[in-house]
């Protein structure tokens, strides 16, 4: 069973910083580079939405409203994909989401994402 955690989120002021870190489970560590990666967020009310993804070959894939700000990375060799968040803004609050998908396409879209983890509470206050 591959398991995805989620961490590093937490409250901060607006404009400020937070790295979110998502690690994968041991039965994870011999697909993690075949696989691409996501993350997603969800505010109260609201539907999930796409953030930022990393795929097989490093492209990088990100919303508009977090371009410029928001940095995907991925670390093979750790088994961890980071999502580095500055000038982070009160809409910025959700929870978010790290994903794992196994057909390296549609990288926008959550429904072909195979695997999720619990989510990890980003607050930003104005």
């Known amino acids: 069973q591959v398991q995805l955690v989620e961490s590093g989120g937490g409250l901060v002021q607006a404009g400020g910083s937070l790295r979110l870190s998502c690690a994968t489970s041991?039965?994870?560590?011999?697909?993690?580079?075949?696989?691409?990666w996501g993350w997603f967020r969800q505010a109260p009310g609201k539907e999930r939405e796409f953030v930022a993804a990393i795929s097989r070959s490093i492209n990088t894939y990100y919303v508009d409203s977090v371009k410029g700000r928001f940095t995907i990375s991925r670390d093979d060799a750790k088994n961890t994909v980071l999502l580095q968040m500055n000038s982070l803004k009160p809409e910025d609050t959700a929870v978010y989401y790290c994903?794992?998908?196994?057909?390296?396409?549609?990288?926008?879209?959550?429904?072909?994402?195979?695997?999720w983890g619990q989510g990890t509470q980003v607050t930003v206050s104005s």
């Open positions: 994903a794992a998908n196994s057909r390296d396409s549609m990288l926008t879209m959550s429904i072909f994402y195979d695997y």
């Open positions: 041991e039965q994870a560590f011999s697909i993690f580079s075949d696989y691409a």
